[in-house]
């Protein structure tokens, strides 16, 4: 299984909730980031982070997690994703899931993983949605269903993911959740090349060549 990744740092603020000095000094610290300038940026976002903003919570939380201006820590960094992911954003939602299904600064738990994944694919988050499907596909911490994954990873694919594509493909290859189609799947995997899958560049290619 490929290790889900985490989403990038968040690089703006909506000055619906946020003051416009607020905004300034984030500004500032993602131009410290952009510049790895690391150990800048860092008390920025954590002084920020500390009067409750969910966007500089996140991008704390990726610091920590990266050991960006700050010593590696994974256990802050579920403290801090856990913050704002408890004030609905998305993102932070989603890498949560992935610190509780990788175990990284928390005990391992797919069924935590798949309630954040679930949280942040409703908000319509693309990598959340994918590994939602993989959690279903596989069966971790919720009863495996074939057909819950595709819908998943249909969302997905329909914002442009192309290992969703790609993995739709491959369940058409085995019938999972699906008829068996392998001209179906050559479609899919045709869908996940399109968008730099090079897993699915090849195996349009194998399919093509058998004559489908």
Known sequence: M???ALSALLLALSLSVATPAMADDF???VSYYDSQNY???FPIFKRLAEQGNAKTQYNLGLMY???YGVKQDYA????WFKKAAEQGLAEAQHDLGVMYDNGDGVKQDYAQ???WYKKAAEQGLASAQFNLGNMYSDGRGVRQSYTEAIAWYQKA???GNAQAAHNIGVRYVNGWGVRQSLSTAKKWFGR???LGEQKGCDKYKILNQLGY
Do not use: L, R
């Open 39 to 41: 150990s800048q940026a």
């Open 192 to 194: 996940a090349c399109d």
């Open 76 to 79: 802050q960094a579920v403290s």
């Open 157 to 159: 694919y329909a914002q």
């Open 2 to 4: 490929k290790i889900p």
């Open 27 to 29: 500004d500032i610290a």
């Open 113 to 115: 993983a798949v309630s």
């Open 65 to 67: 997690y990266n050991g």
